[in-house]
């Protein structure tokens, strides 16, 4: 009997240090990728008590869909319970969520689609031998707006020792892929380039190499000179027609050659453009001055001599209808309608002028509804003398954002600020209100003496794509506004296939602006993109044909942001002229073959991983992807051939991280 309440003893005890509890907060939350904001310990996204449906939890893990947190078990886990549920937190909105369990990749629990108010759901599921558990929220099926989610209380039981971690499939540590440039110069930039006849002209002619530098043009239509030193052309060329010039770099080491063609006729834009935009960066914020350094900064970096040119103003250099800083405050317009911009900003004519002198062009922002989205004065009623000013002033792009739009379009009254939302897509999915407000400022743009490239922004209604170009278009947004996450990319990217085809040179689908760099709208912070995640971003956006404006602070642009904005391989893709767009042409699990036509008869071919696996394959699918018979192969992320195949016998290896690519170009060889 003794023995036998000694060994009954033991094993209580042995039961009691082996068997224990390890709160999910314990672990590293910061594993976890989410649609918005960072993951949250013990608190709501907001970081308030966890609150669902009027219950408060002391522990947790607080998230936005759509999330990923996967923890390694190495089968030492014997369940896991959580209380799931939509924190209070986002009352007035209309969030909706899935919580689901993966175990080693099988999905073992769900809570179905769990709304504001829901009484938190309780999950409770045995994990034995289960090496990874994956906890997931997935979007309830209305976008994943407002889905602050809680997993309270979430806890394993285990035995033995806790050696519960998380992982994050996706690799943290940035590498650099682009070779620097060599100190012999290489012209860079837009082979073609269109002008109106007898509009103002000015093309950076763009090279890397050493400096001092010179450059010459030969055979440039009558009117048109090119500055020796700072390879600006400038001037006016009357007669239509396309003239091929024969640009020259020079420095010491050496000298380039290279044409531009140059179209003087009805089209422009007919690479897409590339530049900056305040947006992402300054959102509200935005000042003269700090476009000026924004400008400033594009040509300290080295990044103007890849050919990035724009330095687009957005909103917010207009006065503001409800805003309480007085920089903001003042007329909207003077007596004849004529614009007046807040005192950040000032004298408009000086700003551009500013930016013409480096070398640059300079864009701005409106919105054909009477208030811009962040509530500054719209163009409604004034479009003729918007465009005026901007002409007036020197501006070369304007960006065109529906916004209040649709509030006309539903005949609330327009200037009554307490009666006026800003953002409203009402209207925007009937054709005809969708393109008229576009075609009027269109057609004002048209008739001033100055190329202005115009942007359409209205988030791809009516699908715009199909339209854009008949009011003038050069661009437009094809999506909602980008985010620096994973999923805001991804879903971005798998949605630009359908407006491929009405791609071409003047005519430019924008799935929005680059999320690199220090971003924030205001909260600066590094993109909480990864590494490879952002080489994935840049390479499909150069595939895309897209425009490519960054949105960063240029005046903090580190060695991995540097490296993604100037490899000219990479941006030769998106710059080709041919202006022919990628699209999928194969799917392997999560891999995509995207496939972009260039001019010279040779294709680019991203091999692009969407999963979380890294992909190691044997590639031999080549006619698939239209390619057939000998190919040499280039990685142009590292400017380096990697083979050569012959599409009959050969296969490609391809390895790709997680969320990462290859960013191939094959080219025949007889
Ligand atoms: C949004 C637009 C953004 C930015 C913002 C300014 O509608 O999509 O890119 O321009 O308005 O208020």
């Known amino acids: 009997m003794k023995k036998f309440l000694y060994a009954m003893a033991f094993f209580l005890f042995t039961l009691s240090v082996s068997a224990q509890t390890v709160w999910l907060d314990q672990l590293d939350l910061s594993a976890a990728t989410q649609g918005y904001g960072v993951p949250s310990k013990n608190k709501s996204l907001d970081g308030k008590p966890m609150t669902i449906a009027g219950q408060v939890f002391e522990r947790g893990f607080g998230t936005h869909a759509v999330s990923s947190l996967t923890v390694l078990l190495d089968g030492k886990a014997k369940s896991f319970s959580a209380q799931v549920g939509i924190d209070d937190e986002v ?46 929220v997935a979007d309830g099926g209305n976008g994943n707006y407002y889905d602050h989610a809680d997993w309270a ?90 003239y091929t010039v024969s640009l020259a770099a020079k420095n010491a080491k050496g000298t380039a050659q290279r044409s531009l063609c140059i179209v003087c006729g009805d089209r422009i834009a007919l690479t897409p453009p590339m530049g900056w935009n305040s947006w992402n960066c300054f959102a509200n914020e935005v000042s003269a001055d700090k476009v000026k350094r924004a400008a400033n900064a594009l040509v300290k970096s080295g990044l103007v001599n890849h050919g990035w040119s724009y330095i687009n103003v957005d909103d917010f250099w207009e006065n503001n ?12 317009r003077d007596e004849a309608g004529y614009i007046i911009p807040n005192t950040r900003f000032g004298d408009m004519k000086a700003l551009a002028d500013y930016v013409h002198g480096l070398g640059l062009k300079i864009g701005l922002y409106s919105s054909p509804g009477p208030w811009t989205c962040g509530g500054c004065a719209g163009s409604f009623g004034y479009e003729r003398q918007d465009a005026e000013s901007y002409a007036k002033w020197g501006f070369d792009y304007l960006k065109y954002d529906w916004c209040s739009y649709g509030n006309v379009i539903n005949g609330l009254p327009e200037n009554d600020p307490n009666k ?65 996450t994973w999923v805001s990319v991804k879903n971005i990217a798998l949605d630009q296939d359908k407006s491929a085809a009405w791609a071409k040179p003047g005519n430019w689908n924008d799935p929005d602006m680059l999320v690199v760099g220090t971003v924030g709208w205001g909260n600066p912070h590094k993109s909480k993109l990864k590494p490879d995640e952002q080489y994935l971003h840049i ?36 710059q080709d002229s041919l202006g022919k767009q990628a699209t999928c042409l194969q799917t392997i699990g999560e891999l995509r073959i995207y496939v972009k036509e260039l001019e010279d008869g040779t294709k680019a071919v991203g091999f692009c991983n969407f999963g979380l696996d890294s992909v190691d394959l044997s590639y031999k699918d080549f006619a698939k992807l239209g390619i057939s018979g000998k190919q040499i192969v280039r990685d142009l992320w590292r400017q380096k051939n990697v083979c050569k195949v012959s599409t009959w016998n050969d296969a490609l290896s391809v390895k790709i991280p997680a969320h990462g690519v290859l960013l191939y170009k094959f080219t025949s060889v007889k």
């Not at 209808?321 to 909207?332: A, Q």
Request: include cysteine; charge should be positive; proline fraction near 6%.
């Open 91 to 136: 009352k007035g909105h209309d969030p909706a969520a899935d919580f689901e369990l993966y175990a080693d990749g099988k999905k073992i629990w769900s809570s179905g689609t769990m709304r504001l108010g829901d009484a938190a759901k309780s999950c409770n599921v045995t994990l034995d031998g289960v090496k990874k558990l994956e906890l997931v």
């Open 539 to 574: 390479s499909l956006w150069s595939l895309f044909s897209a425009p490519l404006l960054i949105g960063c602070d240029m005046e903090q642009l580190d060695d991995f942001t540097y490296n993604l904005l100037t490899n000219d391989e990479v941006i030769e893709v998106n």
């Open 420 to 484: 006026v939302s800003s953002l409203s897509y009402n209207g925007g999915n009937e054709l005809n209100t969708a393109i008229k407000p576009y075609k009027v400022m269109g057609d004002y743009l048209r008739k001033q003496p100055r190329d202005i490239v115009y942007s359409l922004c209205q988030y791809g209604m009516s699908d715009v794509w199909k339209w854009g170009d008949s009011v003038s278009g050069n661009c437009w947004r094809t999506t909602n506004d980008i985010t620096d």
């Open 321 to 332: 209808r409800d805003s309480k800083d007085p920089s903001l405050r003042g007329k909207f």
């Open 153 to 242: 209380n979430a806890k394993f039981e285990i035995n033995g020792a806790n050696t519960l971690k998380t992982f994050s499939p996706v690799s943290n540590v940035p590498y650099i892929l682009t070779p620097k440039a060599l100190a012999t110069p290489k012209l860079t930039g837009p082979k073609v380039y269109g002008v109106r006849p007898g509009s103002p002209f000015q093309f950076l002619v763009t090279a890397t190499g050493d400096r001092p530098m010179t450059f010459s043009a030969k055979g440039l239509p009558k009117g048109l000179t090119i500055n020796p030193k700072t390879g600006i052309i400038t001037g006016k060329v009357s007669q239509t027609g396309t």
